[in-house]
């Protein structure tokens, strides 16, 4: 059974219908499909003069198959104007997957005229490997407080080796139960090259509570009080682990907490340690 929790810190919107990122069980991923998905995160309203600034467009999206790259203004979608992001929420949801939608976009100063298919949307953990699995993860890390341990100044620091970043919190239920296994590979794997790295938005007097009663013997723990480290990986819940080779390309996600996939995980880091 998978378990997870929504981060409360949402400060964009992933155009789909209205709804993001979070899966609810098999009945809400069977209504996902109907629901169309553009792929893109979108600022506030008022951040540009005119339409509404792409925050990211998702990789592999319907948005960033198109052409939409990040900081992108949208200044129409169909015969419709934009000034808010709801307006893109809204002309989204009154498509169907398969369907073309007409924008236009602001670069440089040019409109640039673009159709995009847009598709079901993915579940939450679907969405974040189509986002990240493949590519270089943040080499530095964002307003960290060390917790315990040796806290490296970035995962630059840590070329070579594989390295686990586990996103967890002192409420989260999930974090609890999967902290153990994390902690184990630690110990199993460290020496061949293997490095846990626990990052929490909890303070760090709770986060250091928080190790002590999840048992957490990892690398590293950080306080991330102001998420952007978070925002950076693009965590929306709890737990989230990356799995990251010795060259910093991610190479695995996963949302939520999922026994029967540990055997898969363990798997996948006896690989990538054993790569050159």
């Known amino acids: 059974m998978r378990f997870g929790f929504r981060v409360a810190f949402i400060t964009a919107f992933v155009v789909a219908f209205g709804a993001a990122f979070a899966s609810a069980g098999p009945r809400a991923e069977a209504q996902s499909r109907l629901r169309p998905w553009l792929g893109v995160e979108l ?92 590519v270089q993860a943040p080499a530095s890390w964002k307003g960290l407080t060390a917790v315990s341990g040796p806290l490296p ?23 609890r139960m999967s902290a153990p296994k994390l902690t184990s590979w630690q110990a199993k794997f460290g020496a061949q090259g293997l490095s846990v790295i626990g990052i929490t938005d909890d303070p760090v007097e709770e986060a250091s509570q928080g190790v002590q009663t999840f048992g957490m013997r990892y690398a590293a723990v950080a306080s991330d009080e102001s998420y952007g480290t978070q925002r950076a990986f693009g965590v929306r819940a709890l737990p989230t682990v990356f799995v990251i080779d010795k060259r910093g390309v991610i190479r695995d996600v996963s949302v939520g907490f999922d026994p029967r996939k540990e055997a898969q995980m363990e798997a996948l880091l006896r690989r990538l340690l054993a790569e050159p």
């Not at 498509?95 to 298919?117: C, D, F, K, S």
């Not at 080796?161 to 974090?175: E, G, L, P, Y």
């Open 43 to 134: 600022d506030k309203a008022g951040t540009v003069p005119r339409g509404v600034r792409v925050h990211h467009a998702v990789r592999n999206s319907p948005a960033w198959s198109a052409g939409v790259h990040d900081g992108d203004v949208i200044v129409r979608v169909g015969d419709v104007l934009t000034s808010r992001p709801d307006d893109i929420i809204r002309e989204v949801a009154a498509h169907t997957p398969g369907a073309a939608l007409r924008l236009v976009l602001l670069r440089a100063g040019v409109e640039v005229p673009l159709t995009i298919t847009l598709q079901a949307i993915p579940e939450g953990e679907e969405m974040l490997r189509l986002d990240k699995v493949g």
């Open 153 to 175: 100044s970035g995962l630059g620091e840590l070329r070579g080796r594989v390295v686990i970043v586990d996103f967890w919190a002192t409420w989260c239920m999930a974090c």
